[in-house]
């Protein structure tokens, strides 16, 4: 009797695979939904894993302007821990209003200079103005539009707008590293989100 209910089960979940209704065991990977946009919680980039460290929503006053989720090689909950870690890393954009490119790059360029010392802000001038071009150049990003800011190692700095690289790789990882702290650094661009990112909400 055991056996014929242990089939029938075996036999309803076979039945509910093949018309779709649940998904294979070793699709499901797990999703975390930031105000309707979908963080995976590994990635793959060019052949690295990456996890998602955190993910939340950028607010300017009571609107929402992105979400932001960042992917490291292991799980870090301090500035300090994201920034010294060797390898691939991620931090994932995506509007969820329309935005001046212009105006965002002006913006993380004030963040850059918010949080990093002004004695190491002649090194980053270089990346600094690449930067600026490559908003420039994108005139608008619309809801739904994401920006890329990857490591990889051997390669550098890359800045993807709308899933295609923009310009050529920066090699310089403190340029990077400056970039990273517009969100995670003590001036961050919103203290929830840097909370977020580092995997500190409840």
């Known amino acids: ?14 039945l509910l695979l093949a018309i779709g209704l649940i998904g294979p065991v070793g699709s499901m990977a797990a999703v975390m939904d930031v105000s309707g946009v979908k963080y995976d919680d ?24 992105y979400t932001a989720g960042l992917y490291l090689q292991r799980k870090a909950t301090t500035t300090e821990d994201v920034l010294a870690m060797p390898g691939s890393k991620r931090i994932t954009l995506t509007m969820l209003r ?8 002006k913006l993380f360029t004030r963040g850059v ?11 980053l ?25 990857e490591w990889v190692p051997g390669i550098g700095g890359i ?19 400056a970039l990273l702290r517009i969100w995670l650094g003590p001036v961050p661009a919103d203290f929830k989100l840097k909370d977020a990112l580092l995997g ?3």
């Not at 329309?98 to 790059?105: A, F, M, P, Q, T």
């Not at 930067?131 to 608008?140: E, H, L, N, P, Y």
């Not at 709308?162 to 050529?168: L, M, S």
């Open 113 to 123: 200079e918010d949080n990093t010392p002004k004695s190491e802000m002649g090194k």
């Open 1 to 14: 009797m055991l056996h014929g209910v242990i089939s029938k089960r075996i036999s309803a979940w076979v």
């Open 125 to 149: 001038i270089p990346g600094l103005i690449k930067m600026g071009q490559i908003f420039s150049d994108q005139k608008k990003l619309s809801v739904g539009d994401t920006i890329m800011v």
């Open 159 to 177: 800045i993807s707008s709308k899933g295609k690289p923009q310009g050529e790789p920066f090699k310089e990882p403190e340029f990077y590293n």
């Open 98 to 105: 329309e935005v001046d490119s212009n105006e965002l790059g």
């Open 42 to 65: 590994v990635v793959d980039q060019r052949g690295s894993k990456l996890v998602l460290n955190g993910a939340g929503i950028r607010y300017k006053a009571v609107f929402k302007v």
């Open 200 to 202: 500190r909400t409840n």
